[in-house]
């Protein structure tokens, strides 16, 4: 049982570069999540999904984008990469059995930076 | 907005000392409340949860209390060990379990032997 895999997990960007993050999980959750992780700051949401087909804005979206075309994939787009988007991503995912909401269980990150 | 407020770290004790980390939230309602830990290198994992006003989560010697009165849900151990050292954060689900799950800004622990 894999559980949350992110892929890749280092990259090195130019500034105007594109590239996407792949979030795969196993597990048929149905909530799956984006954040970015940066000192002093914590982890801040950039986009979540609560289902198949469907996304949601989170605390930080500007210049991110998302896709969930299919349950177990949630990827994470950057059109043009900043400076500002080097950081630590963390992919999660999560279920509610009989309408509960549980833990969310997480990747193990993808460093980023963009030079 | 939801938002969670955590006591600025790095925090640092000497094994066995007693363990407090404040964690303050904003909500409408009755939200959920978590404690993740963070141990280097790695993603997070839940460590307790608590999902009612009054209620205890507990797990490995770590407790937390659901306080609605003063919105609050501190960390504390009774005894802390070397392996505790770690980044502890605290999260909130909105009561209206929209998904969107936030988190604190996280707290250092270092423990010394």
């Known amino acids: 049982n894999a559980g949350v895999t992110q892929t890749p997990k280092f990259r090195v960007l130019k500034t105007g570069q594109s590239m996407t993050l792949l979030c795969a999980q196993d597990?048929?959750?149905?909530?799956m999540y984006w954040y970015r992780q940066d000192p002093g700051m914590g982890l801040r949401l950039i986009h979540y999904?609560?289902?198949?087909?469907?996304?949601a804005k989170g605390e930080v979206p500007d210049g991110y984008n998302v896709s969930r075309l299919k349950k177990q994939n949630f990827l994470l787009g950057l059109e043009s990469a900043a400076p500002s988007q080097t950081s630590v991503y963390f992919c999660?995912?999560?279920?509610?059995?009989?309408?509960?909401?549980?833990?969310?269980?997480f990747g193990q990150g993808t460093r980023l930076t963009v030079v | 907005g939801n938002s969670v407020t955590q006591m600025e770290g790095p925090v640092t004790l000497s094994e066995e000392a007693f363990l407090t980390i404040n964690c303050t939230y904003t909500?409408?309602?009755?939200?959920?409340l978590f404690w993740y830990v963070q141990y280097p290198g790695e993603g997070l994992q839940l460590l307790l949860k608590?999902?009612?006003?009054?209620d205890k989560g507990s797990n490995k010697g770590f407790e937390a209390t659901y306080r609605k009165e003063t919105t609050s849900f501190h960390l504390e151990k009774g005894s802390v060990q070397v392996s505790d050292s770690a980044v502890y954060f605290c999260a909130l689900m909105g009561s209206s379990n929209t998904g969107k799950l936030i988190f604190g800004q996280g707290t250092t622990l270092q423990v010394k032997p």
């Open positions: 597990m048929n959750h149905e909530y």
């Open positions: 909500a409408t309602g009755y939200p959920s």
């Open positions: 999660a995912s999560s279920y509610t059995p009989q309408g509960e909401w549980t833990e969310a269980f």
């Open positions: 999904s609560v289902g198949e087909g469907t996304t």
């Open positions: 608590a999902t009612k006003a009054d």
